[in-house]
């Protein structure tokens, strides 16, 4: 587990799952109020780390819709029975399942977290919704953007010129902004914009 500490939020960094999932826990630092992203695999292992750092959930935010980033979606609402789901409106739809708790996300924006903000912003390629959070120096990229890697691009909703625009939206941020992938497949678990975009030339990840 990686913890990371700025002005404005923390950010918890859980490897979990048979997929080499990263989990991350967003947290205002002044409040505790924590977004959960991309829960899955093993909420007892989330719950945990929220409960040891006395942590309050107060969302849920959602890289993209592909099962292994939301699989234990059920459990947190079974323990957080009104907590909101944040997700690109391109798959909402999908997830009406959840009902309410549901809520849409367009193209770009910004939340409110305790006394934070943090902007999403649309990242299509390796999925048609996939969306990244960016508190800076801090960005969340899910599946567009892994360490010395990208998401996929040869999948049903899977694009590579939407994947290319949308890594030019990434390179456009500060080149000293972090990166936190959606997996772990390589030996960091955390990188610049500077050296992952700026200086390397990626290569196509397996998810």
């Known amino acids: 587990m990686t913890h ?7 950010i918890t960094q859980l490897p979990l799952g048979p997929m ?9 630092v002044s409040s505790k109020e924590t977004a959960i992203v991309d829960p899955a695999w093993d909420f007892k292992a989330i719950k945990d780390s929220l409960d040891s750092n006395e942590l309050t959930p107060k969302a849920v935010y959602l890289t993209h819709a592909h099962f292994d980033h939301l699989n234990a979606l059920e459990d947190v609402i079974k ?10 409106e391109v798959s909402a739809p999908k997830l009406s399942v959840f009902g309410s708790n549901i809520k849409a996300l367009s193209s770009k924006g910004s939340l409110s977290l305790g006394q934070s903000e943090i902007t999403h912003f649309h990242t299509p390629g390796h999925s048609a919704d996939g969306q990244c959070f960016y508190s800076q120096p801090h960005l969340i990229s899910g599946d567009t953007l892994f360490i010395n890697g990208c998401g996929r691009c040869d999948l049903e909703d899977s694009n590579p010129e939407d994947m290319y625009n949308s890594l030019q939206q990434i ?6 902004t ?10 960091l678990n955390v990188d610049s914009i500077k050296n ?11 998810e």
Do not use: R
């Open 196 to 206: 992952q975009i700026c200086s390397k030339k990626l290569k196509n990840n397996k």
């Open 4 to 10: 990371t500490q700025e002005a404005t939020i923390t």
């Open 20 to 28: 080499d999932n990263f989990i991350y826990l967003l947290s205002d």
């Open 178 to 187: 972090l990166v936190y992938p959606g997996h772990n497949y390589d030996k």
């Open 171 to 176: 390179k456009s941020l500060d080149e000293n």
């Open 79 to 88: 323990a957080y029975p009104n907590i909101p789901i944040y997700i690109s």
